[in-house]
């Protein structure tokens, strides 16, 4: 029987591969700076390289390999590879800090090579995934697979898990002894009782048990049968009956539990990376762009209308509390800013706010909310108090959007759900997409984000106004 051999074979092939090609991106860094580097740092090379690999191998152990999986989305890969490099060039730094003086170890030396390796890592693992991608095409990664049940989830496994393939399985049969039947007929090859026997006279890898609540204890032998002969068993619980969406199970203590969904943003990792992001790009940007740009908007808004240059209104945050949001302001000053939305060709906007709401360019006092933490860059955006109580009372899981930090631009927002929202229906496309957004983020995602906006800034986007 196989013994996942074969997941052992791709994580020491990626992490050899990857470990030489760090050396060498080293070493190409190495030279580029030699002459840069102190006579001292020069002499401890060896030591360095030492200090390289082993914060390496650390790293790696403890955020592992994703790619013998078989669903794996680049945007995965990148944010691995990222939280990869960053606790070792964290491990690197304090252990030089310890063993010697960090000062001879030169910024943009330690740039470049961080840089030079995330490049390498990314490029080497998603080559690696399009040589698994084809080997299983060819069949050379082929499993196995028999499923225990014929019903609607045995139906689902073998639509969506046996005919990828990608995922390169090759079902042997399925076995059940209810005669209502959901799957192909020719498909069951017998009763769960036979499927032993089956086991024993031939050759499986995997086992996916899709019996409905009541008759899963039918599996029982089957069960242990497989974890004495090395065959991976899984179950594939119906919770469908209760759920239209993925679930993630987790366990506490030994109890597992299933939450309704997954969010990537619990795990603390990922909330320091987002958080420490925030604050280097809103610092960075409001210590040097921002001046300039205050100077002359302000200037502009002073000149075409009375009232101050910045508006804030009391918008809805994370878990539901209020906080002030900044923006530059867009229009003359009106006793419906905290109930109306702006609407197209709206007479209270001024000629500057027109142009400051199309370039989104109104938005970016809120870079001071982000650096006190009341909003992040990328996240749902805030909405007017009002808002908040309407559409939580008309719209299911709309309070979900408020599980994390409201952001200065969303995915909503550059999927087109920007601006006045007409109808009912426009707002539960925006809280769909939010909510996406919280179980599907990444550091990547932000990134990408952030692009997509400053191309609308730029290029013009139909629903700003």
Known sequence: MRTGKDFSLIKSTVILGELMLLNIGFYICYFLYKEELSYTFFLREKNLILYYNISYLFSISLWGVILHKRNVRVEEILDKVFKTLLTQFIILFVTISITNN???????????????????????????????????????????????????????VYNKIVLNIHNS?????????????????????????????????????????????????????????????????????????FLSKKVNLQFISDIPVVSLREEPLEYFPNRFIKRAFDIIVASIFLFTVFPVLLLFIGLAIRIESN????????????????????????????????EKQATKNDDRITKIGSFLRKTSLDELPQFWNVLIGDMSIVGPRPHMLKHTDKYSELIDKYMLRHLALPGITGWAQVNGCRGETKDIREMERRVKLDVWYLENWTFWLDLKIMFQTAYLAITGDEKAY
């Open 102 to 156: 960090l000062s001879e170890l030169n910024l943009k030396y330690s740039i470049t090579l961080f840089i030079i390796a995330f490049w390498v890592s990314t490029t080497w693992r998603i080559l690696m995934r399009q040589i698994i991608k084809n080997e299983r095409l060819k069949k050379k990664n082929i499993r196995n697979i028999i499923i225990l049940g014929s019903g609607n989830v045995a139906k689902e």
């Open 169 to 241: 399985y090759n079902l042997l049969g399925c076995f059940d002894d209810r005669k209502e039947i959901q799957i192909d007929k020719e498909l069951v090859i017998g009763n769960i009782n036979d499927s032993i026997e089956f086991l024993q006279n031939n050759h499986v890898d995997e086992i996916f048990c899709a019996l409905p609540a009541g008759d899963d204890r039918k599996a029982i032998p089957i069960l242990n049968y497989a974890e004495n002969n090395l065959i991976r068993f899984y179950f594939v619980p119906d919770f469908k009956r």
């Open 307 to 338: 009232g101050s240059i910045f508006f804030k209104q009391k918008r809805t945050g994370k878990k539901g509390e209020d906080f002030y949001c900044y923006k530059f302001r867009s229009m003359n000053q009106n006793n419906d800013a905290d």
